[in-house]
């Protein structure tokens, strides 16, 4: 195993989206900027996506977007990765709804890089891992709640 892989945290993506044709109004990304740089997370591709009304796709370069609604991601750009291809921003593309946008990222979570690396050197692997919705918690929660009474 090489180094670089022993040093690799978890790479999860996602698929943000906004209603109409901006991308979060600005305050979005100041939140983005704070995971970086308290070292929570790294982005390795952020592709933000527009749909029309009648779901023509738009794809848009951090360089395309006002200032407003990006704030220090503009910047940004010349450091990502660009992991995502052409046919995943496309297949991703296709949860967003006519009318909204949405970004699609993809970030290492630095904050695991210790546990994978003590898993990877005991021998260990994932081999199985998953995201549960929020929706689906806050409704889980809701229902012991009822539960209860």
Known sequence: MTEITEQLGPVDWLVVQFPGSDFGKGQVAPYLQDLVDRGLVRVLDLVFLRKDEQGNLELAEISDLDPSELGEWRAAEA??????????????????????????????NLWAVPFGSAVRGAGGQVVASGRIPIHAVLAAAEADAKEGD
């Not at 052409?86 to 909204?100: K, R, S, Y």
């Open 79 to 108: 450091e990502l990765a660009m992991v995502l291809s052409e046919q995943d921003v496309h297949d991703l593309a296709e949860t967003i709804e006519p009318g909204n946008s949405a970004w699609a990222i993809v970030w290492e």
